[in-house]
């Protein structure tokens, strides 16, 4: 079951911030955040586990709502380099091998 | 640090061809996974792997086929290529862990022009 992110695309100036949203109407076991820049690999920012507390990276951070098996991420004072398509990667056991599911992902540009 | 490579970035080949794809992992990861990355649909799953010789099926198999001779190496096949198949193709591979680092690490990519 694909995740649903939202917003769908979202533009911002530098230093505003930004919150993305990634909901599935499967209980979750871990939703794992990455960013892609345009031509690129995605990269892994974080992993938030079912029982896990919000976890931080830069000012990026991200939390997990295991009530409404929604994670959002939160990009605070964004920089030019924040930039790139935003995709959330779910998991629905604790199984060690399971494919991540992923959203369609959200496209992020930031101005100056 | 964990490196996924492609064999590379860009591919053009005519339909009718028979494509192989490589991805090789250097960090002696259980679990290799091929997605293909279509605008607008996110990453779908092709095929994955959880062992040398082992493969399951994904979202989107038809068409495809995959081979895992060596723990380090995950092959992706068109058989027959089509200009539906046409996309980015990403690799990625994961240790059998439940970590806050046992998340899937991606290639490069490679991007399949079917003429």
């Known amino acids: 079951q694909q995740p649903v992110q939202s917003p769908q695309a979202v533009i911002l100036r530098e230093g505003e911030d930004a919150v993305i949203n990634c909901s599935s109407s499967?209980?979750?076991?871990?939703v794992h955040w990455y960013r892609q820049k345009h031509g690129e690999a995605p990269v892994f920012l974080m992993i938030?586990?079912?029982?896990?507390e919000q976890k931080g990276h830069e000012k990026i951070s991200a939390s997990f709502n295991e009530k409404k098996q929604q994670s959002s991420l939160y990009l605070t004072a964004s920089q030019l380099s924040y930039s790139g398509t935003y995709f959330c990667?779910?998991?629905?056991?604790?199984?060690?091998?399971?494919?991540?599911?992923f959203g369609k992902g959200t496209r992020l540009s930031v101005i100056a | 640090d964990v490196k996924v490579t492609q064999s590379s970035r860009y591919l053009v080949k005519r339909t009718g061809e028979k494509v192989f794809l490589e991805c090789v992992q250097d960090?002696?990861?259980?679990?290799m996974f091929w997605y293909r990355q279509d605008p607008g649909l996110g990453l779908r799953l092709i095929y994955f792997?959880?062992?040398?010789?082992?493969?399951e099926k994904g979202d989107i198999p038809e068409g495809y086929s995959v081979s895992r001779e060596k723990k380090e190496r995950f092959s992706l096949i068109l058989e027959s290529a089509s200009t539906n198949q046409t996309s980015m193709y990403l690799c990625?591979?994961?240790?059998?862990?439940?970590?806050?680092?046992?998340?899937?690490?991606f290639g490069p990519g490679t991007r399949l022009t079917v003429l």
């Open positions: 990625a591979s994961k240790f059998s862990g439940v970590t806050l680092w046992d998340t899937q690490y």
């Open positions: 499967k209980a979750l076991y871990s």
């Open positions: 938030l586990l079912k029982g896990g």
């Open positions: 990667g779910t998991e629905q056991k604790n199984s060690g091998n399971t494919p991540l599911v």
């Open positions: 960090m002696d990861h259980e679990n």
């Open positions: 792997s959880y062992d040398v010789k082992m493969k």
